[in-house]
């Protein structure tokens, strides 16, 4: 696990200095990647807003990356595996040991035995409708603490 899959560009991450944010369009729920960001957050970004309202389904993606709908694990192993981080679903018990331990600088994963999300360029992206509405894959306006969970990033990440 945590191995980057296929295209070995996306997981090389460039430019240096602090991490621009990515924003998030409030009307559609759409988030745009900063300028500049390498490919994997690029891709990342295109594959949630991708599933983005795709409904909550409980082992939705497990089988395979595509799915109808999504649950927790499934949508945050869409994301991963898009960046070129990923080479097969994993649920949020084993995301607890994906990648390095610590928050990334692009891409975080928070993951606890029960639950999982994922940070990218500073949005959430989470099915829990923790602090925001709405359930399923959903970029998220609110933060999260990530008290309880198990923080996780791929290197350079």
Known sequence: P??????????????????????LIRKSGRAIAPLGAPPA????IAAGNAIRKRPYVWGGGHASFESHGYDCSGAVSYVLHAAGLLTSPLPSGPLMSWGEPGKGRWITVMANPSH?????????FDTSSYGSGGNGPRWRWTKRRPRGFAVRHFAGY
Do not use: F
């Open 2 to 23: 945590g191995a980057p899959a296929g295209n070995p560009a996306a997981a090389t991450p460039t430019g240096s200095g602090k991490p621009r944010k990515a924003k």
């Open 116 to 124: 999982t999300y994922v940070v990218v360029a500073g949005l959430r």
């Open 41 to 44: 957050v690029v891709n990342a």
